[in-house]
Each structure stands twice: as C-alpha cells, then as structure tokens.
C-alpha cells in the first residue's frame, strides 16, 4: 500500500524552536526535559462495512420476482461486492467481478440504475454439476480435488447450459445522496430457461488507501480455491460462515496527519474550545486536510505559548494504524518544560471529512510522566458536513472536496451516526517520559 495520502504535503525540514529559560540563583523552576511519543496503535481492518442479506418475508430465500435491498456507504474508487447462491445449483453463486460495483464515475458522479451488466455467474470448484433445477441434489458429489473459483459463461465445465446471469438477476443503484447507495437485487430468473431462488447472502465495501483498495478481492479470487466459508454458501446458501469472515475483518482504519503539538503556560488550551466555532485560524485545515502549518504559524503568535512543533512520520508523513504483522507508525519529541507547563495536541482523523483527536480540556501536565492517552478526545470541527469515516465521496483525504457546515466544535459521539469507533486508547498512544 502507498503511504502516501492525497490533502497531506509532506512536511519535511521543519525549523524547531527550542527555547531556553534563564534562572537566577535560588529559582526553583528549572527547565527539565521531557520527551512526548504518539503512536498511532490502531489494530487497522480492511473492510469500511460489510453485512448479510436474505427475503424479510416468510422464506429466507429470494424467489423469482422477489427483491432485497442493500444500503451503505462508499466513495469515489471505491465499490460493493455480494455473493448468493444459485440455489438450484450444486455450488454456483452469482457476484460482481472484483473489486465489486464501482458506485462512482470517474468524474466524481454517482452511478445510478441497472448494473447488472457486471452481475457473473461463478462456479465455487467443489462440487460436480448437476443439470441445474429443482431437483440437484444436496451436497452432490464431491470434486476429487477442489479447483479455483471460475466463470460460468454459457456452460460450466460438465457442459450444462445457462442463461446469462444478467437475464437471472437484475441489480440497481440508486443514489440517497451524501455518500449513500441502496443496491437493489431481484431476481428475474422466472422468465428464463433457469428458475433458480437465491440464498440469502453477504456483502462487503472496501477501504481504499492512497488510491488502492485495502481488499479488492473480499468475498473470493478467481485464482485461488474457496475459501473463508464461500464454499457454504456456495453448496447450501448458508451465509453465516462467510458473514462471520467479513465481520472480522470489517473496522475502522485510518492514518493521523502530523501531529501538532503545544508548549504554553498561563492561559487555556489555545488549539480550540468546544461549543464555540472555529475560530478560523488554522484549526480546519487541520481537521479537514491534515495540514497544521497554519494553526502552527498561528499559535506562534499567541501570548503564553512556548513552543509548537509538527511531528511527520518517517517515510510516508503520515501516521499509518497496525497493518497485518506490520507496527503502527509513531512520532516523538524533545520538550523543554518547567512547573506549571501545559502540553497539547492535535491531529487529523485521516479517513473523515473533519474530525480530529486533540487534548481534552486545558491539555496535560507537562510534567507528567507515563500514558496520558486519557487526556485525548475526539472532535467534530463543525465545518464540513460528515459522511460514512472512510467512505465519503467528499473527504479529502479520498480526493473529494469537504461540503461545508457551520456547528459548534463538539466531541465525537460513540457510538455515532455511522459507525461505532474503537476506545481512544485503542487508535492512539500518547506518552509522556
């Protein structure tokens, strides 16, 4: 994955200030000093949402003429997969081809309508098909070794005939706006040479990171054998094993802009104030793009503050979360402090319209020593209007442009509107020593 992220300039060759205080004989307050480390310790997923789907009537089944309907979010690049099977099959399910139905042009336009032209017909590899009908038997007879997940184009490799999936399923968008879909899939196979009902079935929406999808083959890979439970779908529409799969691997990820951090004395926290508005100085260029120079060359200006540095990570700028077996990226800092010091932060939610974590309050003690992680909260700017975290067509940090708003700073809800996020702790570790 590129470590590189649109809206985020690299902020190498920062001139850092560090002061100096004088004492005269018998001033008890002598500069000591400190060193302050933000991690970034956010077990990453790479999954934005994912769910199941089945018939809300009697049966869990979708008969010919029967509809389910899926909502969710997604942004630009970014697209839906599903799988159901082919009931009258021995383990032949229907999905898009990788990644999945992308949901906007490459013009930033929302794709609305049939798309069923992207609807395929795949063959799981496990079972010997039967002529498909009513009357395939279940599980059938086993494949002596089971084979990559193919295409089914015309016929499947025992020679039985289908109609083209799109004639057997019809799938449509439609646009509820601010990065929302409904995909609807009915099942038009009743008027076809193959009648078929469709199981009940999974789906999934992948994150996408410096313009590459983290999953881009989240439900099953053509070159591989099943896999991660699709086979129980495939041979008996059962959707729990592959669901519980895609479950585990749907959360939150997102990297944390470079970190500003404040040395002051004598006056409150000068990043922000909850229940007022921005005050425009630098704060939402932060919170909206991850760019904290300005709030910087600002808060250098302000009267009791000591110090203001910007912490880019190594390599990529960017503070990236836990990847696989791969650390999360972290930051740290030599502060020179005496008694009464306060020390605070502030750094962008990378994967959201205008959310950022910052010191809590009038910040920390800046002799402090150890976790301070619990004096850090999570912050709506009030600035832009929010989306799905990760999956708004108007983040930045996914190539769109924040649609404004005009709230009070306030503290991030959690669970919220769209997601329930992990403990702060869990995303990101603040130490002081």
């Known amino acids: ?50 769910g199941l789907f089945k018939n809300g009537g009697a049966s869990p089944v979708v008969m010919p003429g029967e509809s389910i ?21 021995n383990d032949l399910f229907f999905a898009p081809a990788n990644p999945g139905i992308k949901v906007f042009k490459d013009d930033g336009t929302p794709v609305e309508g049939d798309v069923s032209g992207q609807i395929k017909l795949w063959d799981n590899g496990t079972r010997i098909n ?8 279940h599980p059938g007879t086993a494949e002596s070794t089971p084979k990559n997940v193919t295409e089914v184009n015309g016929t499947d490799s025992q020679g039985n005939t289908y109609a083209p999936a799109p ?35 999974v789906w999934a929406v992948s994150y ?30 059962d959707n729990s094993v592959l669901g519980n799969y895609i479950s585990g691997q749907t959360g939150i990820f997102t990297p944390l802009s470079p970190v500003l951090v404040v040395v002051y ?32 060359a600002y808060l250098k200006t302000v009267q009791g503050v000591k110090n203001v540095y910007i ?3 190594s390599g990529s700028t960017v503070l990236l979360p836990k990847i696989g077996n791969q650390a999360g990226s972290k930051v740290s800092q030599q502060l020179s402090v ?8 502030a750094t962008m939610y990378g994967l959201s319209n205008d959310w950022f974590f910052a010191s809590k309050g009038n910040g920390a003690d800046a002799m402090q020593k150890g976790d301070i992680s619990g004096t850090i909260g999570l912050f709506d700017n009030g600035t832009a209007l929010n989306q799905f975290p990760g999956a708004g067509v108007n983040q930045v940090n996914m190539g769109g442009t924040p649609q404004p708003d005009s709230k009070n700073i306030e503290e991030v809800p959690n669970p919220n509107a769209f997601t329930t996020l992990p403990a702060i702790s869990g995303i990101m570790k603040v130490t002081m020593q």
């Open 69 to 89: 309907s899926i909502q969710f979010s997604a942004g630009k690049g970014q697209a839906v997969s599903f799988a159901t099977m082919y009931g009258w099959s």
């Open 1 to 50: 994955m590129k470590n590189k992220y649109p809206g985020w300039a690299a902020l190498a060759g920062i001139s850092l200030f560090l002061s100096a205080c004088s004492k005269d004989d018998g001033d008890m307050n002598m500069p000591s000093s400190a060193t302050i480390t933000i991690e970034n310790v956010l077990d990453s997923r790479p999954l934005v949402e994912s």
């Open 265 to 296: 004395n004598g006056i409150d926290n000068p990043i922000y104030k909850t229940g007022q508005m921005d005050a425009g100085k630098g704060l939402k260029k932060l919170a909206q793009t991850g760019d904290a120079s300005d709030l910087a």
């Open 130 to 137: 039967q002529s498909p009908g009513a009357m395939v038997a």
């Open 338 to 345: 005496t008694s009464g010091d306060r020390v605070a932060i």
């Open 167 to 201: 004639s057997l399923m019809k799938a449509s968008l439609h646009y509820n706006g601010n990065s929302i879909f409904t995909l609807t899939i009915t099942n038009t196979s009743g008027n076809t040479t193959n009648p078929t009902p469709f199981s009940p079935g």
């Open 208 to 237: 996408i990171a410096g313009g590459n999808l983290l999953s881009p083959t989240p439900l099953y890979d053509p070159t591989k054998p099943s896999a991660n439970g699709l086979t129980n779908l495939a041979e008996m529409g």
């Open 311 to 313: 912490l880019a990570a």
